[in-house]
């Protein structure tokens, strides 16, 4: 039977989830602002939740319609058979969220699905869930635009980007979707030299060795679909088995970081360790104006710090121009990428980035800037040095 989906993603990554979602067999994929809409059956709705590295969520839609008031919600609400999906002993959280919608408080609307949904409960079986917004089992998504209402039930539970795998964050971690949707941007494949030379915690790199060893993003975690009543438990279990059965060896993986401070540094190997892969990267105590590539050719991407005081502005300020200096003398024959959110790594790195792509770190809009570093494309520099054994240069 074919259930319809719908994805959430960071904003600007809506093209590389629906390619995702395309390897992992979607069906009707339409590409909409903030996410990716597509149709499957449940086993569908099961890989998406396992597999996907980039989606925030997989929505079920189970709802959408014209609607004029709040008791035309309500009503909508009301028709759906909600005791076949879930129990009245588990608890609810709802969600909304309005463009142009004329109703006026968007509060009362979210109160009248709630209670549409405990009155259904209430007829059905004689009691009625709680309501839990810390830790609910179930999250129901409404969504109203001027004239159509679309209600959602949330397959996913927690937020997908919560792998289960960090134990440290760093004072501004990205989040892990983000970062795997950035490792798709760049291109970079497993087997390519990566290196983050301002890893702070390093979420991106832990990204890529789950890529490198095969290992699904959603192995070490739940979802909420488990708690639903309509669970095909035999499919669930066969579709984990063969997962892990893909995994590869946690091995060195050509993965490279280094961050000027100790503690990033240390929140990083710790990170590794919980995860198991601390034997797939290579990770040093470095100030990026002083490190030399560590392969001939690669992938060199980062978050750079940005500032939010003066004295912090001028700091970066100066950075920049060394910054450009060292990719272009140490970096030939690589592409790198910075996702920023401050114009002036743009203006004052001195390199002309062959691409822009506009993403959002949460509310936090960036450009995620390309430099393709091609030798005897810039000014004559020394020989390049003869770049070091990874144990060396990167241990």
Not at 87 to 114: E, G, H, M
Not at 206 to 228: D, N, T
Not at 359 to 384: D, H, Q, T, V
Request: charged content about 20%.
């Amino acid at each position: 039977m074919t259930e319809y989906f719908f994805a959430p993603c960071p904003r600007g990554l809506e093209a590389a989830l629906a390619a995702e979602l395309t390897e992992l067999n979607a069906a009707a994929i339409q590409i909409l602002q903030g996410g990716v809409a597509f149709q499957g059956d449940w086993l569908a709705c099961y890989r998406a939740n396992l597999e996907s590295r980039i989606a925030s969520r997989i929505l079920w839609r189970v709802a959408k319609g014209q609607y004029r008031s709040e008791n035309d919600i309500y009503q909508m609400t009301h028709a759906l058979p909600w005791p076949k999906w879930f129990a009245p002993q588990q608890s609810i959280r709802v969600n909304l969220a309005a463009i142009k919608c004329p109703l006026r408080s968007l509060d009362f609307v979210t109160l009248r699905i709630k209670d549409a949904i405990c009155d259904k409960f209430r007829q059905a079986c004689g009691s009625r869930p709680s309501v839990d917004t810390a830790t609910p089992d179930m999250r129901i998504h409404g969504f109203l635009d001027a004239r159509q209402f679309t209600l959602y039930l949330d397959t996913s539970g927690e937020a997908l980007f919560k792998r289960g795998l960090r134990k440290t964050h760093g004072e501004a971690p990205l989040r892990e979707n983000l970062a795997a949707g950035i490792l798709a941007l760049t291109g970079w494949q497993p087997g390519i030299p990566l290196l983050d030379p301002m890893c702070g915690s390093g979420t991106l790199l832990l990204e890529a060795a789950q890529i490198a060893c095969q290992i699904a993003p959603g192995s070490g975690r739940q979802f909420a679909f488990e708690k639903m009543r309509h669970l095909d438990l035999a499919s669930w279990q066969k579709l984990q088995k063969a997962a892990a059965a893909r995994q590869l060896p946690r091995v060195f993986r050509s993965l490279y970081g280094s961050d000027l401070y100790g503690n990033a540094l240390a929140d990083a190997r710790e990170n590794f360790t919980a995860a198991g892969m601390i034997d797939c990267v290579s990770l040093k105590q470095a100030n990026m104006l002083e490190i030399s590539a560590p392969a001939e050719t690669g992938i060199l991407v980062s978050n750079p710090p940005y500032g939010v005081r003066i004295g912090e502005q001028q700091a970066l300020a100066e950075l920049y121009p060394k910054l450009g200096d060292v990719l272009k003398k140490r970096f030939s024959g690589w592409r790198a990428y910075f996702l920023t959110a401050d114009p002036m790594l743009a203006k004052l790195i001195r390199l002309t980035p062959s691409r822009r792509t506009p993403l959002f770190n949460g509310a936090l809009e960036c450009r995620l800037l390309e430099y393709k570093l091609i030798a005897g494309s810039m000014r004559k520099e020394k020989p390049a040095q003869t770049p070091l054994p990874h144990g060396d240069a990167y241990r």
